[in-house]
């Protein structure tokens, strides 16, 4: 029996507004506990939600970004249930008119592009967090969280392997963050992915029931869950069982799935309008203002890449891997850099460096000005790219520029045609081996005579012009 | 001085006769020694002194209003900071407020000084006052009778002069049944005119807070103080600041006043259809033309009403489940036992029936069938009533279909109950403004009230009619004999 997995992500993305959806109180991470609530968070009596605006903005930024429409009057609905880190009993949420409808998200899973259709986006509030450590045996909560503006992101079931899910969920991730609505950060919460996985045979066109796997905050998690999930309704199936319709969790450590809750436990949320706001009404003008002001998306920014600086398909797709850095790698083009020579310093020198210290873009102690002004020394010809290799490690440990570190070393290369010569002539005196194989046809040995002086110019002198000489000289 | 107006108060301050201290503490005095008819809840006399304090200081350095120094009864629905805010029920007999409802911030501004927090019905759900932790509220008029809900206390206050002013809260009719049984005067504006902001919710799309006073003008100032757009309430409206009183001397002549036919049908008791009528008859006499209307659905507004607020009232009170603050059980082992005991704990009988059925009405199966169809019902009682303002400026009709009944009377049959909103929940389903205004007696000698409905921020047209009747009638002087 052939057997093909059914995938379907629902994707909560916190929204990067200073203040929670439906009040006033900060959603910065890492304060302690239930400091950042206001009377509306902690669900007093007599509260009552305000709409922010920025969060309304950020899922607007979504639907265009993704070609999904914007509905121009959507609804709040109240999700009741209790529990205790969900102060109201009720989450604010939307059920039957959610702010965006449709859509797409492009993957690549190796050479194959494929599109996932998105069902919908809509805005609801997080709930708080139930903290197990440290609380003598109890659980306590913290009600920091309540309230933090999500995004929830639902595809629709076209995903047919654990591979295009992640591919999925990197590409979603990738554009929240690129287009700055939500920071991305899995460790801290801010991407939380819910999965739906069923199995049927291969070529039926009937759904299998599906179970649900919550809450997962990292893509390498996510590929084991599925996998073994699907695996094990398939053993489920073939082993004569039916699967049962359940929410499950998966456990890192043990990497397998279990229950959460079954199908018997599962709530009745008794959705309906929330009489405490009214319906949002989105007009033309706002959606034409959230239009003009959104930065430009990662597609038209590789096209416009390739085009403009005349970078290559690998080098544009590279460079526009994050906004940072295709912020970074255009500011260079802007303060003089040659494109091509900007690019191979950004892929190179400075993203190993980066990775190394386990650095973004963003913290790069050398600003793209900054490394601009180095490789425009290079492009000059002040000094040659070996050493500007060794002044960039210098002005990322100094923060000192380019140019005073040139001048404090003495690190101007060589081009003075004189001095070259009369340094080459030592070398060829010095040498007369590696001379007399370069003249009996052995050109490699021009490769020691190179070293040799650059040696002797201590680094300094200019290498074509070593090269010109030097063959001119042997010739 | 307990039967001075509000004006007449606000000048005796301000001819210094009488210190807001002095006032306060007569009221006070007052109220202590009606103690029986348990309409306060809290009275804490350190704080009243701050607020009178503070009035006093206001009137001293000339930043006072015409309401600065009076005093004021407070609805224990109203958080207010440092108060024990109760909402008549034990599920917050613990629960000091940590802020201030919008429309306490408004009265501290304006000056008043609380006498205290009112008795009412538990969580705002009765039309009798008898469903308070706290006991029921006696009527000051007789004292074997009930003085209507929820809003029993406030008005309570207000008849035994024990306060001039009280705030109240109206989401099927609980400041005007309440006003109606207790003969004083009472009002509940347009939807969206007072902010919910710290007005502990029963059902978020039918509340909305209005004044109770011994006349309309005193209505007028004390909603000038309550009303106005708040940014914090997302079902607050924008309305321009109004003076509610700058119409209360426009004559009437030529004010179509409607009559609902359905409102004159069976089940109106004789002797109220009869005090109603006289009312309605003064306001001929005073130029108003009368025409019959008609609100074909008024029954419906009964079952329409008895699904929507259960519904959102079993939602607003989720929040009750004894984690934060209010009530938790003091044993239990787990936290479902903790939900099932703390909220059974808390919540009095009538309280758990309407999260019941508000519940029932919204789940999976029954959800198109109960809450929908009520909300299209909605729809159609609000078109009846636009229907009728084609003919009328105003509606004029009955309260209640009896004068108050006798404490205990009504409590073995809960529906029994529902069925006396029969003229106010339509008010709240459409969000127009209702008031209620004292139109003389019962043959047993319990008040009746006349009931105005007017279109939508019609709220100084319909003072304007109260306060005419009230130029020519007395009623509304009449204070019960305590």
Redesign the interface.
């Known amino acids: 029996m052939k057997w093909e997995v059914v995938i379907g992500l629902e994707v909560h993305t916190q929204l990067s507004t200073q203040s929670k959806i439906f009040s006033r109180a900060s959603t910065a991470y890492g304060a302690e506990p239930n400091t950042q609530t206001s009377?509306v968070d902690?669900?007093?009596?007599?509260?009552?939600?305000?709409?922010n605006r920025g969060a309304v903005e950020r899922a607007i930024q979504l639907g265009l970004a993704i070609g999904g429409k914007i509905n121009r009057k959507s609804i709040f609905a109240?999700k009741?249930y209790?529990y205790?880190d969900l102060?109201?009993?009720?989450q604010i949420s939307q059920f039957e008119l959610p702010v965006v409808e449709g859509g797409v998200i492009e993957i690549q899973v190796g050479d194959v592009t494929k599109k996932i259709n998105v069902t919908r986006a809509h805005l609801e509030e997080d709930a708080g967090k139930s903290v197990h450590e440290d609380c003598n045996g109890m659980t306590g909560?913290d009600l920091n969280r309540a309230g933090t503006p999500l995004l929830e992101i639902v595809s629709e079931p076209e995903m047919r392997s654990a591979a295009e899910a992640v591919a999925y969920a990197k590409a979603l991730h990738s554009l929240v963050t690129w287009i700055g609505i939500c920071d991305g950060n899995m460790q801290e919460g801010s991407f939380r992915c819910d999965v739906n996985v069923s199995v049927r045979p291969e070529g039926q066109a009937e759904f299998g029931t599906r179970r649900e796997i919550k809450n997962l905050n990292s893509f390498k998690f996510m590929e084991q869950a599925i996998k073994f999930e699907t695996q094990w309704q398939i053993d489920q199936i073939e082993d004569g069982h039916k699967i049962q319709q359940a929410t499950i969790l998966f456990d890192p450590d043990s990497g397998e799935t279990r229950m959460m809750r079954s199908k018997e436990d599962a709530h009745?949320y008794?959705y309906?309008p929330d009489?405490?706001?009214?319906p949002l009404c989105i007009s033309e003008d706002w959606i034409e203002r959230v239009r003009s002001e959104m930065t430009e998306l990662p597609q038209l920014m590789r096209e416009r890449f390739s085009t403009q600086y005349g970078l290559s398909a690998y080098d544009a797709s590279t460079l526009t891997s994050s906004k940072d850095m295709a912020v970074y790698f255009e500011a260079m083009v802007a303060a003089g850099a040659d494109a091509k020579l900007a690019a191979n310093w950004i892929m190179g020198d400075v993203s190993a460096t980066l990775n190394r210290e386990e650095k973004s873009i963003g913290d790069s102690p050398v600003s793209a000005q900054a490394l601009a002004a180095l490789v425009k020394r290079v492009m000059d010809n002040t000094i040659n790219n070996k050493t500007a290799k060794d002044v960039l490690k210098k002005m990322w440990e100094s923060g000192d520029s380019a140019d005073s570190i040139i001048e404090r070393d003495g690190l101007k290369q060589t081009t003075d045609t004189g001095a070259i010569e009369a340094i080459i002539d030592e070398v060829l005196v010095a040498n007369p081996k590696a001379v007399e194989e370069y003249k009996s046809g052995k050109l490699a040995a021009i490769n020691s005579l190179m070293g040799q002086c650059m040696k002797a110019s201590r680094g300094k002198a200019n290498p074509a012009m070593v090269t010109e000489i030097l063959t001119k000289k042997l010739s | 001085m307990i039967e001075k107006s509000v004006k007449q108060l606000s000048a005796m301050l301000a001819a210094k006769e009488i210190s807001a201290v002095e006032m306060a503490s007569e009221y006070l005095a007052r109220a202590k020694a009606m103690a029986d008819l348990n309409a306060f809840i809290t009275l804490d006399e350190d704080k009243t002194l701050i607020d009178a304090q503070a009035a006093d200081t206001m009137l001293a350095n000339g930043s006072a209003g015409v309401l600065t120094g009076v005093p004021i009864a407070q609805k224990d629905i109203f958080c207010q900071q440092g108060w024990k805010t109760t909402c008549g029920s034990k599920m917050l007999d613990n629960f000091v407020s940590p802020y201030d409802a919008n429309v306490i911030e408004l009265c501290r501004k304006a000056g008043l000084v609380t006498l205290g927090r009112t008795n009412m019905d538990e969580f705002a759900m009765g039309s009798s006052n008898e469903n308070s932790f706290y006991g029921a509220v006696k009527n000051p008029w007789d004292k074997t009778a009930v003085p209507g809900g929820s809003s029993g206390g406030s008005a309570a206050a207000v008849a035994a002069r024990l306060t001039p002013i009280a705030t109240a809260t109206d989401t099927g009719g609980s400041i005007r049944q309440p006003a109606a049984f207790c003969g004083v005067t009472g009002i509940k504006p347009t939807y969206g005119i007072v902010s919910r902001f710290g007005m502990i919710a029963f059902a978020s799309s039918l509340d909305q807070g209005g004044p109770i006073g011994k006349s309309a003008e005193d209505c007028a100032l004390l909603l000038n103080v309550m009303a106005g757009f708040d940014e914090r309430d997302s079902t607050s409206l924008e309305h321009a600041k109004e003076d509610y009183s700058r119409n209360l001397n426009t004559p009437l002549a030529g004010l179509r006043i409607g009559v609902p036919k359905e409102y004159f049908a069976e089940g109106l008791e004789s002797d109220v259809a009869a005090a109603v009528l006289a009312a309605i008859e003064e306001y001929k006499k005073l130029g108003a033309i009368i025409v019959e209307v008609s609100l074909p659905n008024t029954k419906l507004s009964i079952p329409a009403y008895y699904v929507i607020a259960p519904a959102e009232a079993s939602s607003n009170l989720s929040r009750f489940d004894g984690v934060r603050y209010g009530h938790r059980a003091a044993d239990y082992s787990g936290l479902t036992e903790m939900y099932e005991k703390s909220r059974s704990e808390g919540f009095g009988a009538e309280v758990k029936r309407r999260i019941l059925t508000g519940t029932y009405v919204l789940s999976h199966g029954y959800y198109d069938a109960y809450y929908l169809q009520a909300q299209k019902i909605r729809r159609i009682i609000a078109n009846d009533f636009q229907a009728a303002f084609e003919l009328c400026d105003l509606i004029a009709g009955p309260v209640a279909p009896t004068a108050a009944w006798n404490l205990g009377e009504k409590n073995a049959d809960p529906t029994a109950m529902y069925l006396e909103d029969i003229y106010t929940l339509a008010v709240n389903l459409a969000g127009l403004p209702g008031m209620s205004l004292p139109a003389g007696f019962a043959a047993n000698g319990r008040p009746v009230g006349l009931q105005l409905i007017g279109n939508y921020f019609s709220e100084a047209k319909m003072l304007n009619a109260a306060y005419q009747l009230q130029q020519v009638t007395d009623w509304h002087t009449r204070a019960p004999s305590l």
């Open positions: 009377v902690v669900a007093m009596p007599g509260a009552l939600p305000v709409m109240r009741n209790f205790p102060p109201k009993g009720y909560i009745d008794r309906f009489p405490d706001l009214p």
